[in-house]
């Protein structure tokens, strides 16, 4: 198609939720800091955004979603309220990586920065932890899998390392791995930064039908009741 996408972007894993709308090339955003993430709060988000930009829901192209990990009951919200308005509108979604969000927050302020380590608290003595360069086109690349980390056995790969998440301020020690060179445990996932992204995402044909996108809890023991099963 032509001209730029009409996306609307989610992210509610954490208990920050922000939602992004792109439209006619520029992004527009709302937050709600306000603790766990709720249905009604991030339905009243977008509809806000699409009453600002003067859109209708029938004008989205696609929605994006970030889905998780973080809070079970966050990337639930998420990823339902996606599919909700992408069902009724018919339109595709573009489900990203939570982890990756918060890695593209990162280069979003740290542009200069080429490794990012992002982890968030995963609870129960655990973190999520995914790694990530810039590669050539400027977007973060994961540098192997996501992962559910015990952070007495967390590691970096080679490199200078950007830490940022939350997972770093529930165990403050980890600012100290070696390869970190600068650490960040106030930040968060935001969706504005990665509208880019999506918007590529969608470019490229990397979309799935509503009912396709599934959130990506990593831990299965809790989700499913079962041992957690390598990387989930």
């Known amino acids: 198609m032509s001209g730029s996408p009409v996306i609307l972007g ?5 208990g920050v939720s922000s939602v992004a709308l792109m439209h006619g090339g520029q992004v527009i955003t709302r937050r709600h800091d ?13 509809d806000e955004l699409l009453a600002e930009a003067g859109v209708r829901r029938s004008a989205l192209d696609a ?13 639930r919200i998420g990823v339902g309220v996606a599919q909700g308005i992408a069902m009724g ?13 918060l890695a593209e927050t990162a280069r979003a302020a740290h542009p200069g920065r080429q490794a990012i380590a992002a982890l968030l608290d995963a609870r129960m003595g655990e973190v999520y932890a995914g790694c990530y360069r810039v590669d050539d086109a400027g977007w973060t690349t994961a ?12 590691a970096l790969p080679t490199g200078d390392w950007l830490g940022v998440g939350s997972g770093f301020a529930r165990f403050p020690a ?4 070696d390869g970190l060179v600068g650490c ?18 969608f470019a490229a044909g990397e979309i799935l039908r509503p009912e396709a996108l599934e959130p ?13 099963g390598g990387d989930g």
């Open 184 to 201: 960040e445990a106030g930040m968060v996932p935001e969706m504005p930064c990665a509208m880019a992204l999506a918007a590529a995402r």
């Open 174 to 177: 980890l600012a100290h791995r």
């Open 34 to 46: 306000h603790g766990r993430a709720r249905t009604d709060a991030l339905l009243s988000l977008a």
């Open 89 to 101: 509108v018919g339109c595709p979604v573009v489900g990203l990586s939570t982890l990756q969000i």
């Open 216 to 228: 990506r809890y990593l831990r299965d023991r809790v989700a499913h009741q079962t041992p957690v």
């Open 143 to 154: 540098v192997g899998a996501e992962w559910l980390a015990d952070p007495d056995t967390w």
């Open 63 to 75: 929605v994006a979603c970030g889905r998780g990990p973080g809070g079970f009951t966050g990337v």
């Open 10 to 14: 989610l992210e509610a894993a954490t």
